[in-house]
């Protein structure tokens, strides 16, 4: 059992700055890659950043330069920096992790948050 909770969504103004952090829990023995993708309404989900365990990211093209991702090994938790939003990046943001965690053997699963609302508006 392992779990994926987000926090820091909220309402920003365009140009504004936010902080997500996403945090996982459970019988977990690695956190190996995590990450953020974010779904607004009627679109696919997409990919926003991703970060490995030993520290390499990956950016949409979209954010780059106006976001970071970053990780705390230590507390298995995964944060994105976002900076200068705009509103069409109005969207529910999801943490993603691959994680192996204990279940009697040691299993491999790739898990989603629950999702936190980013509003970008005026």
């Known amino acids: 059992q392992v779990q994926l909770v987000e926090s820091g969504g909220g309402l920003v103004q365009p140009g504004g700055s936010l902080r997500l952090s996403c945090a996982a829990s459970?019988?977990?023995?690695?956190?190996?890659?995590m990450g953020w993708y974010r779904q607004a309404p009627g679109k696919q989900r997409e990919l926003v950043a991703t970060?490995?365990?030993?520290?390499?990211?990956n950016y949409a093209d979209s954010v780059k330069g106006r976001f970071t991702i970053s990780r705390d090994n230590a507390k298995n938790t995964v944060y994105l920096q976002m900076n200068s939003l705009k509103p069409e990046e109005t969207a529910v943001y999801y943490c993603?992790?691959?994680?192996?965690?204990?279940?009697?053997?040691?299993?491999?699963?790739?898990?989603w948050g629950q999702g936190t609302q980013v509003t970008v508006s005026s």
């Open positions: 993603n992790a691959d994680i192996s965690y204990y279940g009697g053997s040691l299993y491999d699963t790739n898990s």
């Open positions: 459970g019988s977990i023995f690695r956190v190996n890659r």
């Open positions: 970060i490995a365990s030993a520290g390499t990211t």
